[in-house]
């Protein structure tokens, strides 16, 4: 399951983020940075305040890549109960160095090395933090003007970055500046926390206080993990909107359809010799029938959005060489049905290169919901990245 982090910066903001249900309560001061640091007295007071109803984090400052500055602010962090360390790593030649004179305290406190998506690292860099006994790494953004996490890295570069990070045993964690319409994007690519702070404050102002309807909006958006014999919080409506049976066609409100046109790739594709090794443009036309949760859809919850299937195409499409467009159909179609509330898809997937128009297949599936309820009810995302070779993706 997806976790929610919020990032608050005093006791106040953490009440909102205990009382709306963050799964993490960030502790952060964005006026002094991406990472900006918490007093250290405070975060121990709001640690205090949290009283162990939700796991704590407190962010390192943005620090200068020094190995005896590093693991001192993280020393000093540990004394104040909080579960996890983040600790904010720049491209440097000291950074390996960095990360070893912590992966003693490694030993008996929770880090997560914060990786900028607005820098580029070396490939072996996941390995580092692997290797010093990290719990995980996670995806930020430094310069908060120049744009949100996906304006820096696509969908599949990301879902690439998670598969990498599972396979070396570490979590794996996506933020930056990331808006609403952003939550169902990633969930596909199932990390292990997604981070708010501009998304949780009123016109997504991260200087602002936090703002309980605007985090019960994102918080709307991340199924949450229920303990056994408990029930859920979220209405029926909102569990079928992101995804989760009990079924949504019980609602009785028919389907819409959702459409994605004249979509155009380059494509490593084909059976003939003379096609591999290169790629060629494949346009793509997806119409899937969702099923309608409500009469007056107002936000993300209550849509499945064509991001998904865009989304879908280009992680599929980065795998590298498909022989037949039939295969290609097919592994689409199956993706946008992995959703529970698809109850068909159309996909026509057409080669442009090889005559004077497009020669192409296109293919009609159609749901099973049997196989969609035991789906829906195990996850809300759909694991499309393939691994990559553990640098950050560029």
Do not use: W
Not at 5 to 23: C, F, K, M, P, T
Not at 110 to 123: G, I, Q
Not at 195 to 208: E, Q, Y
């Amino acid at each position: 399951m997806t976790k929610m982090l919020a990032s608050v910066r005093n006791r106040q903001e953490a009440e909102v983020a205990l009382q709306i249900g963050a799964d993490i309560i960030d502790l952060k001061e964005p006026a002094r940075g991406a990472l900006g640091a918490v007093d250290t007295k405070d975060i121990a007071d709001i640690v205090a305040v949290v009283n162990g109803r939700r796991p704590t984090s407190a962010a390192s400052g943005d620090l200068p890549m020094e190995a005896e500055v590093v693991r001192a602010k993280v020393e000093e962090l540990a004394t104040t109960g909080v579960d996890f360390v983040k600790i904010g790593f720049f491209p440097s030649e000291r950074l390996a160095e960095c990360a070893a004179a912590v992966s003693g305290i490694a030993a008996h406190q929770k880090l997560v090395a914060v990786l900028f998506a607005d820098h580029v690292y070396p490939e072996n860099v996941l390995d580092v933090f692997a290797q010093a006994g990290f719990h995980g790494v996670m995806i930020d953004t430094a310069d908060k003007t120049k744009g949100r996490l996906l304006q820096h890295l696509s969908t599949d570069r990301l879902g690439i970055f998670v598969a990498d990070c599972h396979a070396r045993g570490l979590t794996a964690g996506l933020a930056g500046s990331l808006e609403a319409p952003d939550v169902p994007r990633l969930l596909a690519y199932n990390p292990d926390f997604i981070g708010f702070r501009g998304a949780l404050c009123s016109n997504l102002d991260r200087g602002a206080a936090i703002d309980r309807d605007a985090a019960l909006k994102v918080r709307a958006l991340i199924p949450e993990e229920q303990p056994a014999g408990t029930q859920s919080r979220v209405d029926y409506k909102l569990l079928a909107a992101r995804g989760y049976f009990p079924d949504a066609s019980e609602l009785g409100l028919g389907t819409d359809k959702i459409f994605v046109r004249d979509f155009v790739l380059p494509v490593e594709i084909g059976a003939y010799s003379f096609e591999h090794g290169k790629t060629q443009r494949m346009r793509f036309d997806v119409t899937a029938d969702v099923l309608r949760v409500t009469r007056n859809p107002e936000d993300m919850r209550h849509v499945v959005s064509y991001d998904i299937i865009m989304d879908g195409i280009r992680s599929l499409v980065a795998r590298g060489h498909v022989e037949l467009v039939e295969t290609l159909a097919e592994q689409i179609a199956a993706f946008v049905l992995e959703n529970p509330r698809v109850t068909n898809v159309v996909v026509r997937a057409e080669k442009l290169e090889l005559g004077p128009g497009g020669v192409g297949v296109i293919i009609e599936r159609k749901q099973d919901r049997q196989s969609a309820a035991g789906a829906g009810a195990r996850s809300g995302g759909h694991a499309v990245a393939r691994q990559g070779q553990g640098g950050l993706p560029s």
